[in-house]
């Protein structure tokens, strides 16, 4: 065997192991991984049911509440004025505010789950596609050792041979002139 040969071969061999024990490894990972994050991708969740009922239900009782405070405020200017219609003015605008309110609030709510279920989206396309590279990378990564190991494993090949190339090329070479002159 020539020299070196035996260091190539076994940084050829412990490479291809390592690249396989990697893709071993990132196949489980991605077996476990893949079909959450692909979930994510196809069926993101967003917030729950309750917690947009949570949040439509603060908005209609902030809405509720500014509604009702301005009709008890329209009570008590009525009752100092003496006057019973000074107030329905200001509970009119009044309402018409806490319904745009209530509007806008139920709209945000809306909106942010939209953006939360399109976070949601990329970060399962963002997770695929480290996963992806993650396993791809690593075991490709080992196995750029292997060339290496087969170029070491060549260069010690022609080394071992070098020895017979300087002594006997002069030998042939004398041979060879020799036989030819009648020598």
Excluded at 13 to 18: D, E, K, P, R
Excluded at 38 to 60: K, N
Excluded at 143 to 149: E, I, T
């Amino acid at each position: 065997m020539a020299r070196g040969s035996t260091q190539a071969t076994t940084a050829a061999t412990s490479a291809q192991n390592l690249s396989n024990n990697l893709a071993s490894n990132a196949n489980a990972l991605y077996g476990e991984l893949a079909p959450e994050l692909e979930t994510e991708v196809t069926h993101p969740a967003g917030y729950s049911p309750t917690d947009l009922a949570a949040m439509d239900t603060a908005a209609q009782q902030s809405a509720g509440g500014s509604q009702a405070a301005a009709v008890g405020q329209g009570s008590l200017l009525a009752s100092r004025t003496k006057n019973n219609g000074t107030a329905d003015a200001a509970i009119g605008q009044s309402a018409r505010s806490a319904g745009q309110n209530l509007s806008n609030a139920a709209l945000k709510t809306q909106l942010s789950n939209a953006n939360l279920k399109q976070h949601e989206q990329q970060s399962g396309l963002s997770g695929l596609e480290g996963l992806t590279n993650a396993q791809t990378g690593a075991s490709i990564g080992a196995l750029g050792v292997v060339p290496q190991a087969v170029n070491a494993n060549n260069g010690a090949i022609n080394a071992s041979y070098d020895w017979a190339k300087y002594l006997l090329d002069p030998a042939m070479q004398a041979a060879g002139s020799s036989f030819r002159y009648g020598g």
